[in-house]
């Protein structure tokens, strides 16, 4: 009982001692500094975008300066001066800014790839909250070497997958440099209304300082940065354009997939021509259409793969451009995981189980074809935003045949299936939202159908101190028997899931009690992922934070937490787990932190033996890692950290580095090393498990010791803004060596083998376990929005029970095994309706 109350407890006590933090009223100097407001002006000349502006274009408009800074220093004035024009037609809006500098050759001008965000590299940016919700923006930067990066925001939510079509040019001179940027209003969306008052911020990068500021003043000790902007007023008399967009692309592949039993090199050998096209329709003035027909995801970026000998799925990270791009809607309440669209078909492990007599596997494919997706969203001038995804795969097949007659036949282990998601996502005032979204997975020939349904809410007070977040989703599978029990097979499986957050945000004194629940049918990952379900965890948290500087630091962070967690069903404890951070950044900018946590009880792990309700007693353990990040204006830097596990009733160790170094050789060639290592010494775990003579269930746990290596190698060559080449390069290694072997007792504890088991165990086998990939990537974005692509990649995957101890060996032994290659080029135009309409009409 007293663990149950502990997070109760403390929150009540931090309640107390510090309800008052940052409970002042802001000064009238300190509201002079947000609340800005700037005019526009519409012009009749179009600026030419060359980075020089013309007096008589520019002028038109009083410039917004008197910048504030946001790091370091929050809140004093910027050390360079700033002027920013803005102008609008009937076709776009340009934006102007003219950055002094008193040191013009510091400008610092480092080349990246597009939306590669702030490299060493000043930078100048513009966010425009169109429907002037203080939720939403679009935010469109330009660094002083003319690299773009553009960023949707969506309620705290900032999307760098989000590609919008627009100009920019800089240029430098002798009082700092210059930039203009041209935006037109398909790359936008705003409401219909006759006279428009837009949130608008601009943004100012110092890059030998590292000083950041804005113009509308952001207190970094205040949640938000699109509530913290000003607003521009002046703007009448536009309309949202006909929002028609075409992205056609042809690609062609060479790949080259040796197999050892190949009879012919030459089988390995396939190539494809592919075509398709992507599509943009402005719905109206708030919606837009996206659909991809036929699409081509050859060029995706590999997956770092790992040895998984845990009880739960490994969740990758989704690369996919259109799955990728402006989806912040769908993935709000964390019910859409992408990547289960098109992956591994639903019946693929059930194939053996459907063999006859003497059938074997000769074709089981790992992954279901996507036909097509599309996706619709947007929001209205009243802040709700609404969003329609559906894409659909096409059936997939296994292919088993007879070892002696040679026939073959076919089983089903995907059939057609549609996926939708669909979202309502009211703003409310105060940085607050309403949310519903629902998630469904129909599938055809008798297989099993999915639905999700969730809502979910946050609250904030008026002076943005306190937040109360809070939601909840009820899963449902029609047809699928989860309990294997047809006696209780009622056809629909229902879960649940609820959590509720209650938060002090800014200030700062800041702290939170969590509360989130799940049942033990609660199942969303059809189209979703969650790693296990029937979980119940309480937190409370407690931070404190410096934002100005003290000492010899620039800020200064530190925070508690306890969480407390028990299974749903039964209602049983599983682990109370305590830990502490300190995080700083000290005044030459080299960042340090150092994190502690202690397990002062067993922990009752339900799901390691794989036969719930047995349980593994896992004992109390401690762990503590410390880091540092260097300078990164210095031409080396280096990233590194180490940690250190302990558990003492199996004399379980575990301890990890990692070294990264980075390189900029010049403004156009940077390269990164990553390095980690990791040793679990007696890392205890499921192995294996078996029936014995008297049909008892048997569960063996294996004590070993796992060894982990990672490699990785991330460069680029960047010849200027438009086009570079960057490689991508990991070798991963990971050894599992058993050393001994128990049996699980139904108390959750070890005991030793019998000789019996030793029968079993003797067929376990170590692990020793490689994948290399890498991926070349030149590209050139020749005209805005289009882009010539041209890729290589290299895949090997080489797993054995033969533990390969020397570091060189095992790398020869890699490269000695079959491998995928693959070169493909991609050519990918975009036409514009009205661009298009104006060429045929002139």
């Not at 799940?518 to 410096?546: C, H, P, Q, R, W």
């Not at 001994?740 to 019996?756: C, M, P, W």
């Amino acid at each position: 009982m007293l663990t149950r109350l502990l997070p109760f407890a403390l929150i009540l006590s931090l309640c107390a001692g510090g309800a008052q933090a940052n409970g002042n009223d802001d000064t009238e100097a300190e509201k002079n500094k947000r609340n800005k407001t700037t005019k526009v002006a519409r012009t009749r000349a179009v600026p030419k975008l060359d980075g020089h502006l013309e007096p008589e274009v520019w002028h038109q408009v009083q410039p917004a300066k008197n910048f504030y800074r946001y790091d370091p220093l929050n809140g004093k004035p910027s050390s360079q001066q700033t002027e920013v024009f803005m102008l609008y037609d009937n076709d776009a809006v340009y934006i102007g800014a003219v950055l002094h500098d008193t040191a013009p050759d510091s400008v610092l001008t480092q080349l990246g790839q597009r939306d590669s965000g702030e490299n060493n590299s000043d930078m100048f940016g513009v966010y425009l909250d169109t429907y002037n919700d203080k939720q939403n923006a679009f935010a469109f930067l330009v660094s002083a070497a003319g690299v773009q990066t553009d960023i949707k925001y969506s309620q705290g939510r900032e999307d760098w997958n989000w590609d919008a079509v627009w100009e920019s040019s800089v240029r430098k001179h002798d009082g700092g440099w210059t930039v203009e940027l041209r935006i037109p209003y398909g790359a936008i969306r705003f409401p219909k209304a006759e006279v428009q008052t837009w949130g608008v911020n601009y943004m100012r990068v110092i890059r030998r300082s590292r000083e950041k500021s804005f113009w509308s003043h952001v207190d970094n000790s205040v949640e938000g940065l699109i509530n913290q902007g000003g607003r521009v007023i002046g703007i009448d008399g536009i309309e949202s354009p006909v929002r028609l967009q075409f992205m056609p692309y042809v690609s062609g592949y060479v790949n080259h997939s040796p197999n050892q039993d190949s009879e012919s090199d030459r089988k390995a050998f396939s190539h494809s021509i592919n075509g398709g096209m992507d599509v943009k329709y402005g719905i109206n003035d708030a919606f837009t259409l996206d659909v991809t027909l036929i699409p081509d995801f050859g060029q995706t970026q590999s997956d770092n793969q790992v040895l998984n000998l845990g009880p739960f799925e490994v969740k990758y990270s989704e690369n996919r451009q259109f799955f990728t791009e402006g989806t912040e809607l769908f993935n709000k309440a964390g019910l859409f995981y992408s990547r289960r669209i098109g992956a591994s078909p639903v019946g693929y492990d059930a194939v053996e189980d459907q063999l006859q007599g003497r059938e074997g596997i000769s074709k089981n494919p790992v992954e279901t074809q996507l036909l097509n997706a599309a996706k619709v969203s947007g929001r209205t001038r009243r802040g709700l935003g609404v969003g329609l995804f559906n894409a659909f795969t096409g059936s997939t097949y296994a292919t088993v045949q007879d070892s002696t007659t040679g026939a073959t036949r076919e089983i089903l282990t995907d059939p057609f299936t549609n996926y939708s998601v669909f979202v309502l996502d009211q703003t409310l005032p105060r940085n607050s939202y309403l949310t519903f979204t629902n998630t469904n997975v129909t599938r055809a020939s008798g297989f099993y159908d999915a639905n999700v349904s969730g809502l979910r809410m946050r609250f904030a007070d008026k002076r943005n101190l306190f937040a109360l977040t809070a939601g909840g989703n009820l899963s449902q599978l029609y047809g699928k028997d989860v309990d294997d029990d047809p006696a209780t097979d009622d056809g629909v499986t229902l879960g649940h899931q609820y959590f509720i957050n209650l938060n002090k945000i800014s200030g700062n004194l800041q702290y939170g009690l969590n509360h989130s629940v799940e049942s033990d049918t609660y199942d969303i990952n059809d189209l979703g992922f969650i790693s296990n379900n029937n979980e119940m965890y309480t937190s409370a948290s407690v931070s404190y934070k410096f934002y100005q500087p003290i000492w010899k630091f620039l800020s200064w962070s530190n925070s508690l937490s306890v969480g407390h967690s028990m299974l749903y069903e039964p209602s049983e404890f599983v682990a109370l787990d305590l830990s502490a951070s300190t995080n700083v950044r000290f005044r030459n900018f080299l960042s340090a932190y150092l994190n502690l946590s202690v397990r002062p009880g067993d922990r009752y792990d339900y799901f390691e033996a794989r036969a719930f309700p047995q349980v593994f007693v896992r004992p109390p353990a401690h762990d503590a890692n410390v880091g540092i990040s260097t300078d990164y204006r210095k031409r080396l830097a280096l990233d590194a950290s180490t940690g250190f596990w302990r558990s003492r009733r199996y004399d379980q160790t575990s301890w990890w580095l990692n070294f990264s170094p980075r390189f900029r050789v010049n403004d156009k060639f940077s390269i990164v090393n990553g390095n980690s290592y990791e040793i679990e010494r007696h890392n205890i775990g499921y192995a294996d498990k078996y029936e014995d003579a008297a049909l008892n269930k048997r569960i063996l746990f294996g004590d070993r010791t796992l060894t982990t290596l990672s490699t990785t190698i991330s460069s680029a060559y960047i010849f200027n803004e438009r086009s570079g080449l960057t490689l991508n390069m990991r070798h991963y290694w990971s050894r599992a060596a058993y050393q001994k072997f128990y049996e699980l007792t139904k108390e959750g504890l070890l005991s030793a083998t019998t000789a019996e088991q030793n029968a079993y165990t003797s067929g376990i086998e170590d692990i020793n376990y490689n994948t290399f990939t890498m991926d070349l990537v030149y590209s050139w974005r020749f005209a805005p929005g289009s882009e010539l692509r041209v890729v290589w990649k290299n895949f090997i995957e080489d797993k054995s029970s033969e533990i390969e101890d020397r570091y060189f060996d095992n790398m020869s032994r890699t490269f000695a095994v079959p491998q995928n290659n693959n070169f493909s080029v991609k050519l990918l135009y975009f036409i514009d309706y009205i661009s298009l309409k104006n060429v045929f009409s002139a």
